[in-house]
């Protein structure tokens, strides 16, 4: 079979499970962000594949001005079904004769740095699913920042999709709703300590125990240039 019909079988998995954004891309460039643990394999295994799925923006609409359990569930269901995705497609490509790694969804090893095996959002990025946005994640055409990743590595030469040219041009809503003031209009100015204080403080009310916020993703709808 060839390359071109193995990646649409694998788009074809995804979607069926709820993977509306698939993408491709050589991770030669992030090698040096790529945690220790995999490090050494992922030389290896130099194709990622790249998926996404939408947040409910109803559930994301609940929200005022901190999480709340029903985010929380809904945010823990989608990384489950992110990682079966993973599995699956690296079932797929181990069924062609092809070696793969699904990273999990949403493992952090480093609490304070939020730092996993890697960085799904620079993945996606590369694979074109979107752009980095100034809160600090991934923000696509259709869904803004209200998506999930996962990241599938792979030693199979898939076709690499494009990044996409695209920034959040004069949008500046994550701006006014961050509560930790940590979006800055340049994304590389993003105050990474200043949100983990913040989720960290989130986390400890009503014994919610979760590392999460959501209050940028609410307001952002994919609107860029």
């Given at each position: 079979?060839?390359?071109?019909?193995?990646?649409?079988?694998?788009?074809?998995?995804?979607?069926?499970?709820?993977?509306?954004?698939?993408?491709?891309?050589?991770?030669?460039?992030?090698?040096?962000?790529?945690?220790?643990?995999?490090?050494?394999?992922?030389?290896?295994?130099?194709?990622?594949?790249?998926?996404?799925?939408?947040?409910?923006?109803?559930?994301?609409?609940?929200?005022?001005?901190?999480?709340?359990?029903?985010?929380?569930?809904?945010?823990?269901?989608?990384?489950i079904?992110?990682?079966?995705?993973?599995?699956?497609?690296?079932?797929?490509?181990?069924?062609?004769?092809?070696?793969?790694?699904?990273?999990?969804?949403?493992?952090?090893?480093?609490?304070?740095?939020?730092?996993?095996?890697?960085?799904?959002?620079?993945?996606?990025?590369?694979?074109?699913?979107?752009?980095?946005?100034?809160?600090?994640?991934?923000?696509?055409?259709?869904?803004?920042?209200?998506?999930?990743?996962?990241?599938?590595?792979?030693?199979?030469?898939l076709e690499?999709?494009?990044?996409?040219?695209?920034?959040?041009?004069?949008?500046?809503?994550?701006?006014?709703?961050?509560?930790?003031?940590?979006?800055?209009?340049?994304?590389?100015?993003?105050?990474?300590?200043?949100?983990?204080?913040?989720?960290?403080e989130?986390?400890?009310?009503?014994?919610?125990?979760?590392?999460?916020?959501?209050?940028?993703?609410?307001?952002?709808?994919?609107?860029?240039?």
């Open positions: 079979m060839s390359q071109d019909n193995i990646k649409a079988g694998l788009r074809a998995i995804a979607e069926s499970r709820g993977g509306r954004l698939f993408g491709v891309c050589q991770i030669d460039s992030l090698r040096d962000s790529i945690h220790p643990e995999i490090k050494a394999m992922s030389e290896k295994l130099n194709t990622a594949i790249s998926v996404g799925i939408p947040l409910s923006g109803s559930i994301l609409d609940t929200l005022k001005d901190h999480p709340n359990m029903l985010y929380k569930t809904h945010y823990q269901q989608v990384n079904i992110l990682n079966d995705i993973s599995f699956l497609l690296a079932s797929e490509i181990m069924r062609y004769g092809g070696k793969a790694v699904p990273i999990p969804a949403s493992q952090i090893l480093d609490v304070k740095m939020l730092r996993a095996h890697l960085s799904h959002r620079e993945v996606a990025f590369k694979a074109g699913l979107g752009w980095r946005g100034r809160n600090n994640l991934l923000v696509c055409e259709n869904y803004g920042s209200k998506v999930r990743l996962v990241t599938v590595l792979t030693d199979m030469q690499p999709d494009k990044p996409l040219k695209r920034n959040c041009g004069d949008c500046y809503d994550c701006l006014t709703v961050c509560p930790a003031d940590a979006i800055a209009e340049n994304p590389e100015d993003f105050d990474l300590p200043a949100c983990y204080a913040k989720i960290q989130f986390s400890k009310h009503d014994n919610y125990g979760h590392l999460i916020c959501g209050l940028c993703l609410k307001c952002c709808n994919g609107n860029g240039e």
